[in-house]
């Protein structure tokens, strides 16, 4: 069985820097997908909400959500996400909480929030990484 990389539109191409934004990998029951890491990047790889790690974090799930959809899933299907935070933004759980409410409501998946010195960017202020999502074949 062999990975599949998916190019979403609507998120930037990460295949130039050597990744994929999604990739499926076939099993005997259905594909299971893995996401890379979301940031706060628009397609264009302008970052949204500098210095505001609330819309940062709207706009990493907007992305995730993309991705997703992208194969034909969606982000109520996430079991678990990685929120990797800047350390010098980890006192802002109120504005980090109040945008995972908005994104899932009273059925938020599981979550854990690890703080960093930096990302990918000086900018980035946050990193959303989802579990993998598996999709039952049909029939």
Not at 11 to 26: H, K, L, N
Not at 46 to 56: M, R, T, Y
Request: a negative charge; hydrophobic letters at 45%.
């Amino acid at each position: 069985m062999s990975r599949t990389m998916h190019i979403p539109s609507g998120i930037f191409d990460s295949s130039r820097y050597g990744f994929a934004q999604v990739a499926t990998v076939p099993t005997p029951f259905g594909d299971i997908v893995y996401v890379s890491g979301q940031v706060a990047w628009d397609a264009d790889q302008n970052v949204v909400g500098a210095g505001d790690v609330g819309l940062q974090l709207g706009k990493s799930l907007e992305n995730l959500g993309v991705a997703l959809a992208s194969v034909g899933a969606n982000l109520d299907q996430v079991g678990a996400l990685r929120l990797y935070i800047r350390q010098s933004h980890m006192h802002e759980g109120k504005a980090i909480g109040e945008v995972l409410r908005a994104a899932f409501g009273d059925n938020p998946p599981c979550t854990t929030w690890i703080g960093v010195p930096s990302l990918a960017r000086d900018e980035f202020l946050i990193e959303v990484e989802p579990s993998a999502v598996f999709l039952a074949r049909s029939g």
